[in-house]
């Protein structure tokens, strides 16, 4: 607050002016018709100028519990900071607490002040609701960090599992033949379906095809045979 501010309040509240001074009855009316006195007239002039407030060491507690409940959070912090040589808590503390309350609900500040009155200790709202925040924001960057892996871990599998396209020709089959059995080859290349040739292979792989092979060898080398004995 501005030098003359304090100063002003400083001789309001401190009797150095007359108390039965009073302004004039149209300069600035409250509401219930009774003219403004100068102490109201400057808590007045402070609320809306809160904003501007810094050290109030020298103010009545009196006059700061009807100026500072005007504060939001960053302003009280801020008198609160930039006042010296005095403590504010027993006019603070009660606002700390109605901030808490706010951030983060009514319920789980019943459950602190439970807390404290188990363990018979008292702790400044401005404390637990800065250690309150800096716990959120830590479980906060956590959070992130963790969905930032978990991204990463998914990316990565979702790589891997990427079908991979080969440059390289698979063979031809027009001209390749398929082996049957005793060492034989058997030629399917006029076959056009590769699932034909599969069933031609296969027949002529099967017990059946080979023991007609073997027969028709058999038959074959008989014909020489019986030719020299006709002879």
Sequence with gaps: MCDSFRALFWAASSGDMRSDYM????????????????????????IDNVRY???????????LER?????????????ENCTEGRDLSCVTNNLWKT????AFGIEHTEVVIERMRKQNCSFSWRLLYQAKLKYQDDVKNKSVERLTELYKEADAKKQSRQIKICSKAPPSFKRRGFSGGFGSSYNVSNVKSNIMKKVKVDFLNSAEARNRAAMKKVSVQRKPSLASDAV
Excluded: R, W
């Design 67 to 79: 100026i500072l409940p005007h504060c939001t959070v960053e302003q009280l912090m801020h008198i």
């Design 53 to 63: 407030i810094g050290n109030v060491g020298e103010l009545d507690s009196l006059l």
């Design 99 to 102: 901030f808490y309350a706010k």
């Design 23 to 46: 302004l004039p009855k149209k300069a600035n009316p409250s509401p219930g018709g009774a003219p403004l006195s100068l102490v109201d007239l400057c808590v007045q002039k402070a």
